[in-house]
């Protein structure tokens, strides 16, 4: 999400006349959009403002803003405690964005900007234009959550659920479309749960579906109790819904999922993924895990190595329980390092091995991706499967963009490596 907000805003300060620099030790405005979600992410700020401030010592100070969710959570401390810092803003007020900068340059006085005006951002952003050209590309159609997990900062520092109107949606998409996009991944801290008068996600996936520029479309990140049935069902319907689902589950036991708040039981998660295989056999899934939750015993792990073993979760993402400060999780009984870090790895070990279990079954086989890109210092190309794996392969510069078959050589837990299939050795079926 920050990677689309991070867009929007230097689309909102091009009209302000700034423009982006690749020679950074040159730029005057350094704009950090933050996020809060992992460990040590305010220290990664006073780092980053060090750096800068170390290649600044001799030429005049530029114009610092910090953005995003450590801005909305640490916005008095970091004024406090930083004065490099000249203006914090937290991700509900980025349409402000330009207002303050010219406040701030005709006052010389730092600025704090973190009220949550979700409405009055989307009306704007609504009116400006995406600018992104790339292959795949973001569109944010939900922010903020009310579900209070008792490890999660995102419903304080986000604020709560907030649907945008489905047609800007829609408008968004198309103008996508015309800048060259063809993957779009719908957004959202509570994807799922997005609802616009009478339309939900799956009116959103099947009426884009109908711009015929767009090939694939995917969605993320969703929570379980928000999986309806008329979502399951567009997995049976939709041509260009991808059949990856990234459905995060946090634990395999229903007692820390109880006491994390997550509202759901184990049992619910498996007769989701049952529910989709049936529709749809080609789905497989992926999840988040937090490891080491406070009051997780060796029952509840191997609870949670079960749920693993009986979804073959083909890519997910694992790290150990950090307390974020103002949270109920951050009062509780923390387990011993050591205890933590061999349940992570016995947890990481599994979810590769199902990784390269994946991506082994598709040596020799040939598989469609969509083409993103040449790479960089390489004459090879680069895109992703159904499944966001991302394939390496010699290909030509006329099929970015496209969807081509690749016969899959070689692999290994993270990458396929391929080439492509030339029309005429297709089978005729
Ligand atoms: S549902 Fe997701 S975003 Fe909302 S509180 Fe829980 S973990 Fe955080």
């Given at each position: 999400m920050n990677e689309y907000d991070s867009n929007r805003i230097f689309d909102t300060v091009k009209e302000i006349g700034f423009t982006q620099t690749n020679n950074i030790d040159e730029a005057n405005c350094y704009l950090l959009n933050t996020?809060?979600?992992?460990?040590?992410a305010k220290e990664k700020v006073y780092h980053e403002i060090g750096r800068v401030k170390k290649n600044f010592r001799l030429k005049n100070k530029p114009l610092v803003i910090v953005a995003g969710c450590v801005a909305q959570a640490e916005n008095e401390e970091m004024l406090k405690r930083e004065p490099y810092i000249d203006l914090v803003i937290g991700?509900?007020?980025?349409?402000k964005i330009n207002n303050k900068i010219e406040e701030y340059l005709n006052k010389q006085k730092r600025l704090d900007e973190t009220e949550f005006d979700a409405i009055s951002k989307f009306k704007y952003l609504g009116k400006i234009k995406n600018s992104s050209k790339k292959i795949s590309s973001f569109l944010t159609i939900q922010e903020g959550c009310?579900?209070?997990?008792?490890?999660?900062?995102v419903p304080f520092t986000r604020g709560p659920e907030y649907s945008r109107p489905f047609r800007k949606i829609i408008q968004e998409a198309k103008i996508l479309a015309e800048n060259g996009v063809k993957e779009i991944i719908l957004l959202g801290q509570?994807?799922?749960?997005y609802q616009n008068d009478n339309y939900r996600l799956s009116n959103l996936i099947l009426e884009i579906e109908?711009?015929?520029?767009?090939l694939r479309i995917r969605f993320t990140t969703s929570h379980p109790n928000d999986m309806t049935d008329d979502l399951i069902e567009t997995y049976g319907i939709s041509?260009?819904?991808?059949?990856l689902v990234h459905l995060p589950?946090?634990?395999?036991s229903d007692k820390i999922l109880e006491s994390m708040n997550r509202k759901h039981q184990v049992k619910d998660y498996i007769n989701i993924y049952k529910k989709l295989k049936e529709i749809n056999s080609a789905v497989k899934f992926s999840s988040d895990f937090i490891i080491?939750?406070?009051?997780?015993?060796e029952k509840d792990f191997k609870n949670t190595l079960d749920l693993i073993k009986e979804i073959e979760f083909i890519n997910s993402y694992s790290f150990i329980f950090s307390s974020r400060p103002?949270?109920?999780?951050?009062?509780l009984q923390l387990i011993d390092n050591r205890i933590t870090s061999k349940r992570l790895e016995i947890i990481q070990q599994k979810l590769f091995d199902h990784q390269i279990k994946m991506n082994k079954s598709l040596e020799n086989d040939i598989i469609d991706v969509l083409v993103e890109n040449k790479m960089q210092k390489s004459s090879k190309f680069f895109g992703r499967s159904e499944y966001m794996t991302p394939v390496i392969f010699d290909g030509y510069?006329?099929?970015?963009g496209k969807i081509v078959k690749i016969k899959i050589n070689k692999s290994n837990k993270n990458t396929l490596f391929g080439e492509i299939v030339k029309k005429s050795k297709l089978k005729v079926a």
């Open positions: 996020c809060h979600i992992r460990d040590k991700p509900q007020a980025y349409h009310d579900k209070f997990c008792h490890f999660c900062v509570n994807v799922n749960a109908k711009i015929p520029e767009i041509k260009k819904l991808m059949p589950v946090q634990s395999g080491g939750y406070p009051g997780e015993d103002g949270t109920i999780a951050s009062k510069e006329e099929d970015i």
